[in-house]
């Protein structure tokens, strides 16, 4: 068993880190599965409205592009979690 000195503003970090994965990683999913919804219920009907064309046209790309973003967030927010642990481990190590 391994035990590391963590101080409070690092483990606020890591908390942070992880309040940021679950959150980007939640509302990118939301949004691409909007995106998945509405772009199978265009493929799947007969015809479409001339209303619907415009979220086709502009929601539709916005939704796949701000869930996609959401995702990139959550990966910076894993990334940063892992440099932090990492650091903690060396700081830890080195007497």
Known sequence: MR????????LLQIGLANI?????FSLGSALI??????FKDTVLASEVPK???IVISYVQPV???LGL????FAGMSVYWRHSMIKLIKEE????
């Open 3 to 10: 035990c590391y000195s963590v101080t409070e503003s690092e």
């Open 20 to 24: 940021g994965i679950t959150a980007f």
């Open 33 to 38: 599965a909007f995106w998945l919804d509405i």
């Open 51 to 53: 209303e619907a064309q």
């Open 63 to 65: 939704l796949l592009l």
């Open 69 to 72: 973003l959401f995702w990139g």
């Open 92 to 95: 830890s190590s080195n007497p």
